[in-house]
């Protein structure tokens, strides 16, 4: 790679878009600060310790897009490849839609058959997205293939009547590579640590602990104050913001509902099933009881899922599993009453998915939305927010300043769509011609500031 003329650059936010944009720029040859207002890096992709046992905070599965980015930066980080499994109606489906699935859902052929050729339909050129829920209505009747084609809804956080049918083509349009899901050995802590290892032997600098406040622009440099104990001003000529961007979105924009969170610790002795990731408990007619959910009801009944991380296992000879479930809308704490109502009717639940689990049972803890805020400073939500419209760019109205992270372009809301954001940022500023010739820069004196969000 040709190496650039030393320039500056701050990176705020050191999760997998942080980490991802800090190296790619550090490679490219500018001087990188990498600042993080936690103590660790990886954001969501990392772990925790909950009554001196390790879990993984939510990141955990990713697409082969992002093995293959890493790679591409020199992070050779090893990962199991596994599958993901849904209940639905007392039968497993292989969460990537196959020739498997086609043949259990034979009995509704007219319903698959429409659904495919509606989905082909929808690729091509200048045709409108719509909601899943109108278009799955639409194409098939009431039944199995109408439930599971809306199964994406589920997994964003929010009802299928929120979320439109661009989400079926991002996987093949943005290479994330999501149906070979990629695991990280040891868990997302340890690759996040060795992204920031080679950030940091490549010369860059990382300051954890350390708030960024504000920022003003002199010209064309940029003078960030930061926080870590004692308030101090770090000069750069680029900014990459990897936090959630509200002010980007109309001030009524719908959000998606955070996540909940059942921290369970089983037995060493309990196999959980060879080779599998995530295993979702998808209870039938998702538009109706995704629906009351949205509308702060609780319905009688819900899904959730779980998964099994590759931590190394506990001093008392367990492994942790996390379970994620909605609250209703609105609500994002609990009292201990119904803590236990809920612990209880997952666990009655997980062991239609996991026979004989809650034998093997030593440790569950629950943790609102709430509750994560407080543990980790960081939102549940896997849709921050609902619309229809692109998301923003990674350019800012202010020259130099860039968006990275998972309120930005590129569309999904996952892991691999917040590391491609770091990557695409990262090369608009190693791109830009001003990178060499500062006296072409755009955007002349001004000042701006932002704020903390």
Request: hydrophobic share 35%.
């Amino acid at each position: 790679m040709e190496q650039l003329p030393s320039k500056k650059a701050i990176v705020i936010g050191a999760g997998l878009a942080g980490l991802v944009s800090a190296l790619s720029l550090q490679k490219a040859g500018l001087e990188v600060t990498l600042i993080d207002q936690r103590k660790q890096v990886g954001g969501l992709c990392g772990t925790f310790k909950l009554d001196n046992r390790e879990f993984v905070i939510a990141c955990n599965d990713f697409g082969k897009g992002l093995v293959k980015l890493l790679r591409e930066l020199g992070v050779n980080f090893p990962f199991n490849h596994k599958k993901s499994s849904v209940f639905y109606r007392g039968q497993w489906f292989n969460a990537a839609p196959d020739l498997k699935m086609v043949w259990q859902l034979r009995s509704e052929w007219r319903n698959i058959f429409s659904l495919l050729g509606g989905i082909i339909a929808q690729q091509l050129p200048h045709r409108s997205s719509q909601s899943i829920e109108n278009f799955a209505n639409r194409l098939t009747s009431a039944g199995s293939v109408n439930d599971l084609s809306k199964l994406i809804a589920y997994f964003m956080g929010v009802r299928p009547s929120d979320i439109q049918t661009s989400f079926f083509g991002l996987d093949g349009k943005y290479n994330y590579g999501y149906t070979t899901m990629a695991c990280p050995m040891g868990g997302p802590q340890a690759m996040t640590n060795t992204i920031a290892d080679v950030f940091l032997q490549q010369g860059g600098k990382l300051l954890l602990n350390t708030r960024f406040t504000r920022h003003n622009k002199q010209g064309h440099h940029f003078y960030a104050e930061v926080n870590d104990g004692e308030s101090r001003i770090l000069e750069a000529d680029y900014i990459v913001d990897t936090r959630e961007q509200p002010s980007l979105y109309p001030t009524d924009s719908k959000r998606g509902l955070p996540l909940s969170m059942l921290c369970l610790a089983i037995k060493n002795d309990f196999p959980y099933p060879e080779n599998t990731h995530t295993l979702t408990y998808f209870e039938p007619d998702i538009s109706h009881w995704f629906g009351k959910l949205d509308q702060g009801i609780q319905p009688e009944h819900f899904g959730f899922h779980v998964f099994k991380s590759d931590l190394v296992p506990n001093t008392d000879n367990t492994y942790t599993l996390n379970l994620y479930f909605y609250l209703p809308r609105g609500v994002n704490q609990l009292e201990d009453g119904k803590r236990s109502i809920y612990s209880e009717y997952l666990l009655n639940r997980l062991e239609k998915l996991l026979p004989g689990i809650n034998n093997h049972l030593v440790y569950r803890r629950l943790l609102t939305p709430d509750d994560f805020v407080a543990l980790h400073g960081l939102s549940s939500r896997v849709m921050p927010f609902i619309v229809s419209r692109e998301k923003p760019h990674n350019s800012s109205s202010e020259a130099g300043y860039f968006y990275a992270g998972h309120s930005v372009y590129p569309p999904g809301e996952h892991a691999g769509a917040a590391a491609l954001s770091g990557a695409l940022a990262a090369q608009q500023i190693i791109s830009e011609k001003s990178l060499f010739n500062p006296e072409t820069s755009a955007g002349g004196h001004h000042e701006n500031a932002h704020q903390q969000a």
